[in-house]
Protein backbone atom coordinates (compact mmCIF):
# COMPACT_ATOMS: atom_id res chain seq x y z
CA UNK A 1 0.00 0.00 0.00
CA UNK A 2 1.20 3.82 -0.68
CA UNK A 3 2.44 5.71 2.78
CA UNK A 4 -0.70 7.71 2.79
CA UNK A 5 -3.38 4.27 2.57
CA UNK A 6 -0.57 3.02 5.54
CA UNK A 7 -0.91 5.53 7.51
CA UNK A 8 -4.74 6.37 7.46
CA UNK A 9 -4.92 2.73 8.23
CA UNK A 10 -2.28 3.15 11.33
CA UNK A 11 -4.86 5.85 12.83
CA UNK A 12 -8.07 3.58 13.21
CA UNK A 13 -6.32 0.50 13.56
CA UNK A 14 -3.78 0.37 16.71
CA UNK A 15 -0.62 -1.04 15.27
CA UNK A 16 -0.03 -2.52 18.95
CA UNK A 17 -2.99 -4.60 18.54
CA UNK A 18 -4.06 -4.37 15.17
CA UNK A 19 -7.56 -3.49 16.28
CA UNK A 20 -9.65 -0.29 17.20
CA UNK A 21 -12.58 0.94 19.08
CA UNK A 22 -14.53 3.44 17.02
CA UNK A 23 -17.00 5.45 18.41
CA UNK A 24 -20.41 5.65 16.07
CA UNK A 25 -22.15 9.12 16.62
CA UNK A 26 -23.03 9.74 13.28
CA UNK A 27 -27.02 8.36 14.15
CA UNK A 28 -28.34 11.78 13.47
CA UNK A 29 -27.93 11.82 9.61
CA UNK A 30 -31.25 9.45 9.40
CA UNK A 31 -32.78 9.19 13.02
CA UNK A 32 -32.42 12.90 13.99
CA UNK A 33 -32.06 14.35 17.84
CA UNK A 34 -31.81 10.42 19.28
CA UNK A 35 -31.02 9.73 22.82
CA UNK A 36 -27.64 10.31 23.51
CA UNK A 37 -27.58 12.42 20.83
CA UNK A 38 -29.29 15.34 20.91
CA UNK A 39 -26.52 17.44 22.48
CA UNK A 40 -23.54 15.67 20.55
CA UNK A 41 -20.91 18.52 21.62
CA UNK A 42 -21.67 17.32 25.54
CA UNK A 43 -21.97 13.48 24.77
CA UNK A 44 -18.54 13.65 22.28
CA UNK A 45 -16.35 15.51 25.32
CA UNK A 46 -15.54 12.84 27.70
CA UNK A 47 -15.11 10.39 25.18
CA UNK A 48 -13.52 11.30 21.67
CA UNK A 49 -10.35 11.53 22.96
CA UNK A 50 -10.83 7.85 24.23
CA UNK A 51 -12.30 6.50 21.51
CA UNK A 52 -9.50 4.99 18.75
CA UNK A 53 -11.60 6.87 15.36
CA UNK A 54 -14.62 9.11 15.62
CA UNK A 55 -17.77 7.58 12.84
CA UNK A 56 -19.16 11.43 12.92
CA UNK A 57 -21.07 13.45 9.56
CA UNK A 58 -19.25 16.65 8.53
CA UNK A 59 -21.57 18.23 9.91
CA UNK A 60 -21.34 17.10 13.47
CA UNK A 61 -17.74 17.13 12.93
CA UNK A 62 -17.59 20.95 12.07
CA UNK A 63 -19.81 22.02 14.87
CA UNK A 64 -19.65 19.59 17.61
CA UNK A 65 -15.88 18.42 18.13
CA UNK A 66 -12.93 19.94 19.37
CA UNK A 67 -10.60 20.72 16.79
CA UNK A 68 -7.67 19.71 19.19
CA UNK A 69 -9.10 15.83 19.17
CA UNK A 70 -6.88 13.39 19.07
CA UNK A 71 -8.56 10.69 17.94
CA UNK A 72 -9.00 9.64 14.18
CA UNK A 73 -11.91 10.93 11.95
CA UNK A 74 -13.79 8.47 9.93
CA UNK A 75 -16.60 10.34 8.04
CA UNK A 76 -20.00 9.55 6.98
CA UNK A 77 -20.06 9.77 3.44
CA UNK A 78 -24.22 8.23 2.60
CA UNK A 79 -27.60 10.01 3.20
CA UNK A 80 -30.57 11.04 1.72
CA UNK A 81 -33.64 9.42 3.16
CA UNK A 82 -34.80 9.39 6.99
CA UNK A 83 -36.13 6.83 9.26
CA UNK A 84 -39.76 8.09 7.98
CA UNK A 85 -38.73 6.71 4.05
CA UNK A 86 -36.77 3.94 2.42
CA UNK A 87 -33.59 3.92 3.77
CA UNK A 88 -32.05 2.09 1.11
CA UNK A 89 -32.28 4.93 -1.43
CA UNK A 90 -29.30 6.62 -0.25
CA UNK A 91 -26.43 8.33 -2.46
CA UNK A 92 -22.95 9.64 -2.21
CA UNK A 93 -23.50 12.91 -0.11
CA UNK A 94 -19.90 14.21 0.78
CA UNK A 95 -17.00 14.49 -1.64
CA UNK A 96 -13.69 13.69 -1.48
CA UNK A 97 -11.95 16.47 -1.54
CA UNK A 98 -14.60 17.85 1.34
CA UNK A 99 -13.16 14.44 3.50
CA UNK A 100 -9.45 15.88 2.90
CA UNK A 101 -10.75 19.06 3.73
CA UNK A 102 -12.00 17.90 7.04
CA UNK A 103 -8.55 15.55 7.74
CA UNK A 104 -10.38 12.18 7.59
CA UNK A 105 -7.86 9.32 8.15
CA UNK A 106 -11.63 7.27 6.52
CA UNK A 107 -15.13 7.46 4.80
CA UNK A 108 -17.81 5.04 4.92
CA UNK A 109 -21.27 4.69 3.90
CA UNK A 110 -23.99 1.72 4.40
CA UNK A 111 -24.65 -0.89 1.69
CA UNK A 112 -28.30 -2.46 1.67
CA UNK A 113 -28.26 -5.79 0.19
CA UNK A 114 -31.21 -7.20 -0.78
CA UNK A 115 -33.04 -4.07 -0.08
CA UNK A 116 -34.80 -2.54 -2.44
CA UNK A 117 -32.02 -0.08 -3.57
CA UNK A 118 -29.58 -2.82 -3.25
CA UNK A 119 -27.83 -2.12 -7.17
CA UNK A 120 -28.07 1.39 -6.30
CA UNK A 121 -26.21 1.09 -2.97
CA UNK A 122 -23.56 -1.46 -4.42
CA UNK A 123 -22.84 0.56 -7.06
CA UNK A 124 -22.53 3.99 -5.12
CA UNK A 125 -19.62 2.05 -3.00
CA UNK A 126 -17.58 1.34 -6.12
CA UNK A 127 -17.51 5.29 -7.01
CA UNK A 128 -16.56 5.85 -3.75
CA UNK A 129 -13.91 3.28 -3.61
CA UNK A 130 -13.25 4.70 -6.90
CA UNK A 131 -12.37 8.01 -5.62
CA UNK A 132 -11.37 7.27 -2.33
CA UNK A 133 -8.33 5.20 -3.43
CA UNK A 134 -7.02 8.06 -6.15
CA UNK A 135 -6.51 9.97 -2.31
CA UNK A 136 -5.25 6.87 -0.60
CA UNK A 137 -8.24 7.14 1.69
CA UNK A 138 -9.88 3.75 3.38
CA UNK A 139 -13.66 3.14 2.82
CA UNK A 140 -15.46 0.99 5.38
CA UNK A 141 -18.30 -0.23 4.36
CA UNK A 142 -21.44 -0.97 6.55
CA UNK A 143 -23.52 -3.74 6.16
CA UNK A 144 -27.17 -2.17 7.11
CA UNK A 145 -30.11 -4.48 8.18
CA UNK A 146 -33.34 -2.95 7.33
CA UNK A 147 -36.72 -4.62 8.85
CA UNK A 148 -37.23 -7.33 6.36
CA UNK A 149 -33.50 -8.31 6.03
CA UNK A 150 -31.78 -11.17 8.04
CA UNK A 151 -28.70 -11.26 10.48
CA UNK A 152 -27.94 -14.77 10.23
CA UNK A 153 -24.03 -15.88 9.53
CA UNK A 154 -25.11 -16.50 5.82
CA UNK A 155 -26.64 -13.35 5.06
CA UNK A 156 -24.12 -10.95 6.66
CA UNK A 157 -21.12 -13.40 4.88
CA UNK A 158 -23.00 -12.65 1.33
CA UNK A 159 -23.31 -8.64 2.09
CA UNK A 160 -19.76 -8.35 3.66
CA UNK A 161 -17.62 -10.53 0.85
CA UNK A 162 -19.66 -7.89 -1.53
CA UNK A 163 -18.47 -5.02 0.31
CA UNK A 164 -14.92 -6.54 0.31
CA UNK A 165 -15.02 -7.64 -3.39
CA UNK A 166 -15.85 -3.90 -4.63
CA UNK A 167 -12.47 -2.62 -2.85
CA UNK A 168 -13.52 -2.01 0.48
CA UNK A 169 -10.50 -1.55 3.22
CA UNK A 170 -12.67 -2.39 6.24
CA UNK A 171 -16.36 -3.53 6.68
CA UNK A 172 -18.61 -3.29 9.37
CA UNK A 173 -21.64 -5.17 10.11
CA UNK A 174 -23.40 -7.09 13.21
CA UNK A 175 -22.61 -9.64 15.32
CA UNK A 176 -24.51 -13.12 14.82
CA UNK A 177 -23.92 -16.58 15.47
CA UNK A 178 -21.04 -18.39 13.72
CA UNK A 179 -19.45 -14.52 13.42
CA UNK A 180 -16.28 -16.77 12.79
CA UNK A 181 -17.73 -17.65 9.28
CA UNK A 182 -17.88 -13.72 8.15
CA UNK A 183 -14.47 -13.11 9.55
CA UNK A 184 -12.91 -16.32 7.44
CA UNK A 185 -14.67 -15.01 4.31
CA UNK A 186 -14.01 -11.56 4.48
CA UNK A 187 -10.52 -10.90 3.43
CA UNK A 188 -10.37 -7.50 4.96
CA UNK A 189 -10.58 -6.43 8.34
CA UNK A 190 -14.18 -7.04 10.00
CA UNK A 191 -15.70 -4.64 12.35
CA UNK A 192 -18.17 -4.81 14.59
CA UNK A 193 -21.27 -2.72 15.00
CA UNK A 194 -22.99 -2.39 18.18
CA UNK A 195 -26.31 -2.11 17.29
CA UNK A 196 -29.50 -1.62 19.37
CA UNK A 197 -29.03 -0.88 23.42
CA UNK A 198 -28.34 -3.99 25.16
CA UNK A 199 -27.40 -4.48 29.02
CA UNK A 200 -23.80 -3.55 29.75
CA UNK A 201 -22.08 -7.28 30.50
CA UNK A 202 -24.16 -8.24 27.41
CA UNK A 203 -22.62 -5.98 25.20
CA UNK A 204 -19.21 -6.78 26.59
CA UNK A 205 -19.66 -10.69 26.25
CA UNK A 206 -20.47 -9.62 22.74
CA UNK A 207 -17.46 -7.71 21.98
CA UNK A 208 -15.43 -10.43 23.37
CA UNK A 209 -16.94 -12.97 21.27
CA UNK A 210 -16.32 -11.34 18.28
CA UNK A 211 -12.98 -10.67 18.74
CA UNK A 212 -12.09 -14.13 19.44
CA UNK A 213 -14.01 -14.77 16.14
CA UNK A 214 -11.90 -13.05 13.98
CA UNK A 215 -13.32 -8.95 14.67
CA UNK A 216 -10.64 -6.30 13.96
CA UNK A 217 -12.62 -3.90 16.62
CA UNK A 218 -15.86 -3.14 17.32
CA UNK A 219 -17.40 0.27 16.32
CA UNK A 220 -19.96 1.02 18.93
CA UNK A 221 -22.75 4.35 19.62
CA UNK A 222 -25.47 3.00 21.72
CA UNK A 223 -23.82 1.03 23.88
CA UNK A 224 -21.01 3.92 24.60
CA UNK A 225 -22.88 6.86 24.61
CA UNK A 226 -26.49 5.32 26.09
CA UNK A 227 -24.80 3.49 28.81
CA UNK A 228 -25.38 4.45 32.25
CA UNK A 229 -21.61 5.60 32.55
CA UNK A 230 -19.72 5.94 28.73
CA UNK A 231 -16.68 6.77 30.11
CA UNK A 232 -16.19 3.64 31.97
CA UNK A 233 -18.01 1.25 28.82
CA UNK A 234 -15.48 2.46 26.29
CA UNK A 235 -12.81 1.84 28.82
CA UNK A 236 -13.78 -1.60 29.45
CA UNK A 237 -14.06 -1.90 25.47
CA UNK A 238 -10.97 -0.85 25.13
CA UNK A 239 -9.84 -3.58 27.48
CA UNK A 240 -11.25 -6.58 25.65
CA UNK A 241 -10.27 -5.01 22.42
CA UNK A 242 -6.41 -4.08 23.28
CA UNK A 243 -5.82 -5.89 26.08
CA UNK A 244 -7.07 -9.12 25.84
CA UNK A 245 -9.55 -9.12 28.73
CA UNK A 246 -12.10 -11.29 29.49
CA UNK A 247 -16.15 -9.92 29.49
CA UNK A 248 -16.15 -10.85 33.05
CA UNK A 249 -12.93 -8.78 33.74
CA UNK A 250 -14.24 -5.71 31.50
CA UNK A 251 -17.22 -5.72 33.36
CA UNK A 252 -15.55 -5.44 37.14
CA UNK A 253 -13.56 -2.78 35.47
CA UNK A 254 -16.80 -0.75 34.31
CA UNK A 255 -18.40 -1.57 37.81
CA UNK A 256 -15.57 -0.19 40.04
CA UNK A 257 -16.03 2.78 42.02
Known amino acids: MDFGMENRLSKIFKPKSGKTVM ?48 SSICLRVSGGPSILRELSNEDIVVSIEEALRLNASGVGMSIFVGAENEDRSIVNLGRLVNEAEKYGIPVLAITAVGKEMGRDARYLGLACRIAAELGSRIVKTYYCKDFYKITESCPVPVVMAGGKKIPEKDALKMTENAIKEGASGVDMGRNIFQSTNPVKMIKAIKAIVHEGADSKEAYKLYSKK
Open 23 to 70: LAVDHGYFQGPTTGLVNLEKTIEPLGNLADCLFITRGMLRNCVEKKIT
